[in-house]
């Protein structure tokens, strides 16, 4: 069994440690706990990614946005887990559409078994996600299929590539704010909305939420790039070799073409392997890299407008420094 969740970001404060690292603990026995079938084999495909582990990012965060109401309110725990569900979901989907073979270094659940797996058992971590739901109340429940229909339309949109005129950047941030920043949204939204806080902070804490997790991926995309120690968790230039246009790759696409021939030659198709250092070379020293890295802080500086009228707590402080490490790590 994979060991509990680290409470791992710069807390300012031992009581809040505390209390999220109590809370994740919590987290962990529902998470595994909810996902227990009479068919062995269910429950066996179902922890598959649970056991692989995974720092619970956004469940923390359900946590942290309790502290601005009854951060023990016995809601917050199932709400934490319901996205932790939701979350665990789309990765079974995911690597199924993408055709990975390896999740948090073990073999992805299409890779043990097949992708007929893989797709019910995403579709089953949904189904308990939904039953916690139900006795969290219809509000929690319409929150979750709109944050649904956000996962769903981030991948399509993906899928299908931006339309004809429509401005590739804008379609990329788009579809970062509907796969990734939709749900830690509803991290911050449930657990504000779950400890009883009020309106106007739980507003806050979403708005926050979502502006933090485009800024992370945003981070991602960066450290494709610029990381040497793979920090992204991929090994380095990834996205490169699989022709995927992340923010860097589009900014230096629209620069114009004679002033970097090379390198846009290179990056109008998948990078073969052997031209990958190359490529990182040329992608490191273009503009397109501070430009990428000016609209992470963009981001993180909306999140802050946000965080900064929120209630001078602890937790603020905490999502403050979290703020900074997603800048800080790209550095």
């Known amino acids: ?42 429950t066996e495909a179902s922890r598959h990614l649970i056991e692989a582990g995974g720092k619970r990012f956004r469940a923390m965060l359900v946590l942290l946005a309790a502290q601005f109401g009854t951060y023990d309110a016995p809601g917050v725990v199932p709400g934490a887990v319901v996205i932790e569900l939701t979350h ?4 079974y989907h995911d690597d199924v559409m993408d055709e990975a073979r390896v999740r948090r270094g073990s073999p992805s659940a299409n890779a043990r078994w097949d992708n007929t797996v893989a797709i019910l058992t995403g ?27 956000r996962l769903v339309r981030g991948q399509i949109r993906e899928t299908r590539g931006p339309r004809p005129g429509e401005d590739p950047i804008e379609h990329y941030i788009g579809v970062l704010a ?10 911050g939204r449930f657990g504000a909305m779950l400890a009883g806080a009020p309106a106007d902070v739980v507003d806050r804490v979403t708005s926050a939420c979502e502006a933090i997790g485009v800024a992370w991926q945003l981070g991602d995309d960066l ?35 004679e002033e970097h021939p090379r390198l846009h030659e290179l990056l109008s198709a998948p990078v073969p392997e052997e031209d990958i250092p190359e490529a990182l070379d040329l992608l490191r020293a273009h503009p397109a890299m501070d430009q990428a890295r000016a609209e992470l802080t ?34």
Do not use: H, N
């Not at 996902?35 to 084999?41: C, N, Q, R, T, Y």
């Not at 949904?126 to 429940?141: C, M, R, T, V, Y």
């Not at 968790?233 to 230096?252: F, H, M, N, S, W």
């Open 123 to 149: 579709d089953y971590l949904f189904a308990q996600a939904s039953e916690i739901l139900a006795d969290l109340g219809a509000d929690l429940i319409r929150i979750q299929a709109r944050t649904f229909s």
């Open 1 to 42: 069994m994979a060991a509990p969740p680290v409470v791992d970001l710069p807390f300012v404060d031992e009581r809040l440690t505390a209390e999220v690292t109590a809370g994740l603990a919590s987290v962990e026995k529902l998470l595994r706990s909810s996902v227990e079938s009479e068919d062995a084999f269910l």
């Open 88 to 91: 665990l979901a789309t990765l």
């Open 223 to 257: 450290l494709d790039v610029a990381s040497p120690s793979g920090e992204s968790g991929k090994t380095q230039g990834t996205d490169l070799r699989e022709g995927i246009r992340t923010l860097p790759v589009l900014y230096a696409l629209a620069a114009p073409r």
């Open 178 to 187: 509907d796969k990734t920043g939709s749900l830690i949204a509803t991290s």
């Open 298 to 331: 963009r981001w993180t500086d909306r999140a802050r407008a946000d965080l900064s009228a929120l209630p001078d707590i602890p937790a603020r402080s905490a999502f403050l420094a979290l703020c900074d490490y997603v800048v800080a790590r790209t550095a």
